[in-house]
């Protein structure tokens, strides 16, 4: 199995401007997270999806962030309009079964918004 | 990727030497434990897990120790290498006030082994 995919690796852009960073979990798996990485918080989960349905979108910080998950394959979370405050390195994970099961990680997408 | 903090508490040992990286979590109602190693540029890569019904699990040359008593977990590494180099993290699998639960890490331990 190729693991969770995500993409791009990295994102420059200006202050403004909408970022969509994009996850295919591993195949099977039926639920999927977004965090996000920074010095100053640490790894901390954004949104939570289970069957493709948003469970827990408690950490989404503010309006500026969505996320979808269109089918069992492929989510999406985007920023608009993006802050230099964004700036973090973006992880999806996916895992099968509940949570007290193991979440495989991607390589993350190190975004940077000047 | 950026995995570490400025701030990160250290860990310096020899390659051979054995290990221990301590993590405190914060609720009592937390019934699954997971140690993630990070190294630079990648994800968290799942290691090791305890349920709360255990007080300690073995996998290969790993090692974690759960006391639930005082809230502390830790991850013990044997015969240390060079690849072992990265930051470590714990997570608790915490309940939630909707009813559902989920990962809650720590900030994390960076493991810095010399040749």
């Known amino acids: 199995d190729a693991g969770v995919i995500q993409s791009p690796r990295h994102e420059v852009t200006e202050m403004g401007q909408e970022v969509t960073l994009r996850c295919k979990p591993i195949?099977?798996?039926?639920?999927l997270f977004w965090y996000r990485q920074t010095m100053m918080r640490g790894l901390e989960l954004l949104i939570y999806?289970?069957?493709?349905?948003?469970?827990?979108d408690s950490g989404m910080p503010e309006d500026r962030f969505s996320a979808k998950m269109p089918n069992a394959s492929f989510s999406t979370l985007k920023i608009q309009p993006s802050e230099p405050r964004d700036s973090a390195v973006y992880f999806c994970?996916?895992?099968?079964?509940?949570?007290?099961?193991?979440?495989?990680f991607g390589p993350g997408t190190r975004l940077t918004v000047l | 990727g950026e995995s570490v903090g400025l701030h990160l508490p250290t860990l310096s040992v020899q390659e051979g030497d054995n290990s221990i990286i301590n993590c405190a979590y914060s609720?009592?109602?937390?019934?699954?434990f997971i140690w993630y190693k990070q190294e630079s540029g990648k994800g968290p890569q799942f290691i090791i897990d305890?349920?709360?019904?255990?007080d300690k699990r073995q996998g290969q040359r790993v090692t974690v120790l759960l006391n639930k008593t005082v809230k502390h977990l830790s991850l013990q590494i044997a015969a240390t290498q060079p690849g072992d180099s990265a930051v470590y993290f714990c997570?608790?699998?915490?309940?939630?006030?909707?009813?559902?639960?989920?990962?809650?890490f720590g900030t994390g331990t960076r493991l810095l082994v010399s040749p």
């Open positions: 999806f289970n069957n493709n349905v948003p469970i827990d």
């Open positions: 609720n009592s109602a937390s019934d699954y």
């Open positions: 305890i349920r709360s019904n255990m």
């Open positions: 994970a996916s895992l099968w079964g509940t949570w007290t099961d193991t979440q495989y």
């Open positions: 195949s099977g798996h039926n639920s």
């Open positions: 997570a608790e699998n915490m309940p939630m006030n909707t009813g559902f639960q989920k990962l809650v």
